[in-house]
């Protein structure tokens, strides 16, 4: 579900690449000024209530200054159809809201309703930091009703409802079209990856440039073509491919390089934190739908958003990623904080200011409230409506407990063997090793 884009932290990343997002882009470039917003609107309360009954609830998000305003709108309106419950706020970018978080966390002081992704549900579970808000459900403070394409379901852990999403996205091949049409490439839903590799050795001898940015670190998308094969990347208590299977995929990957069918990655590295679509690089490259806008905002081509190769032609392993809203266990008010999050994922005024700032809205109510006018986002919409039409969607993987530091490893181990600073067998070797450990608690 930052950091990259293919980190989760996603979608709303990837990712979280939110990775996330809602973008990680927006998160890793949020500036001093961000920090010095977020210490004005304050990091937390006591917890207790007011003599007027008044109750405050603390609530953190990782995102830069855009969001925050964005949600601090949100939280006016807020205030307005609850008085009696005052909201304090905290935002960081997206590594350093998890380091506080875990200060906080183990610390016994967690903020009452926080941002959350997929792949940090079972570890704060597992520490006791998570509360299970179907008791919120059940007493009607907290609908979860009217979720698009099955989302009420992602933030289930064990029978527990640990999380609501805020908003959907996900995998997609983002392309400069223009360099596609002279390619004469014209990507389907159920093409297959025999089509891809042809399309991207067209897009090298046709337009003089690399058909995709490379794919050693997109974690994501290895996890759909795993999920194609039969697999996945996640089991719900560790990896579900093997050691042979990853270095098939890296093998790949270094080949495409060599071939220059891919981007040189150190061609890549150089012009961060633009991408290398953006920068004339590469004719594309896969990422999460909504991060679709960073490529408009940073290039001068017109882009837009493909389907997933396949290996059969039918199954793309896809699934609606979310960022989501978790509690805390210690929070002295779950009907508040119940209250919060419903109002968050269901008022239509509440979609109408976020936009698809945290991914396509998780709720129909939402989804319907804003209808965008750009057409970077009306692509977003529209990708994602072609996917629950196609009937390719499916659930997610559960994440174990140390998803989060496999995530991360993945995409660091990943840029290293790019760099050349490692072998295919010993990125392997260092992969395996280190997620042993993370999974081992």
């Given at each position: ?286 990422t999460w739908d909504n991060f679709t806008v960073r490529y408009t905002s ?144």
């Open positions: 579900m930052q950091a990259e884009a293919t980190l989760r932290g996603g979608s709303t990343v990837r990712t979280s690449r939110n990775v996330e997002r809602r973008t990680i882009l927006k998160a890793a470039g949020a500036t001093a000024a961000t920090l010095g917003l977020a210490a004005t609107t304050g990091c937390g309360g006591d917890g207790g209530a007011s003599a007027d009954g008044t109750v405050t609830i603390r609530y953190a998000w990782w995102g830069a200054e855009d969001r925050a305003e964005r949600i601090n709108k949100t939280i006016e309106l807020f205030h307005k159809k609850y008085p009696k419950i005052k909201v304090k706020t905290d935002f960081q970018p997206y590594t350093d809201f998890w380091k506080k978080f875990n200060t906080q966390a183990s610390g016994g002081n967690p903020p009452d309703v926080f941002q959350n992704a997929i792949g940090f549900l079972r570890k704060y579970d597992a520490k006791n930091v998570l509360l299970d808000l179907n008791e919120q459900v059940e007493a009607g403070h907290l609908s979860m009703d009217g979720f698009r394409a099955g989302l009420e379901k992602f933030g289930e852990i064990d029978g527990k409802l640990l999380g609501v999403p805020v908003g959907s996205n996900s995998m997609a091949l983002v392309i400069d079209k223009p360099v596609y049409t002279k390619a004469g490439v014209k990507p389907e839903q159920g093409w297959t990856w025999d089509d891809f590799d042809a399309a991207m050795k067209k897009i090298r001898d046709r337009a003089g440039r690399a058909g995709d940015s490379g794919m050693y670190g997109v974690m994501y998308l290895y996890d759909l073509y795993l999920r194609q094969n039969g697999k996945a990347f996640f089991t719900e208590d560790g990896l579900g491919f093997t050691e042979a299977d990853l270095t098939d995929w890296w093998t790949k990957a270094e080949k495409g390089v060599q071939e220059g069918v891919y981007a040189d990655a150190k061609k890549v590295a150089q012009i961060k934190p633009k991408s290398a679509v953006s920068a004339e690089l590469a004719g594309g490259e896969f940073e290039g001068k081509s017109e882009y837009g958003l493909a389907p997933i190769p396949t290996t059969d032609g039918k199954k793309t392993g896809q699934y609606l990623g979310s960022l989501m809203l978790s509690a805390s266990r210690r929070t002295e008010h779950p009907k508040e904080v119940a209250q919060f999050i419903d109002f968050m994922v269901h008022d239509p005024e509440v979609a109408k200011i976020m936009g698809y700032d945290r991914g396509v809205p998780a709720t129909q109510a939402q989804f319907d409230a804003f209808q965008p006018t750009d057409e970077v986002n009306k692509g977003i919409a529209a990708y994602e409506i072609s996917l629950v039409e196609a009937g390719v969607l499916e659930p997610i993987t559960p994440h174990p407990n140390g998803a989060d530091i496999c995530e991360a490893a993945f995409l660091r181990i990943a840029e290293e063997l790019a760099l050349g600073k490692r072998s295919v067998d010993e990125a392997v070797k260092q992969y395996f090793a280190e997620s042993k450990t993370a999974l081992a608690g």
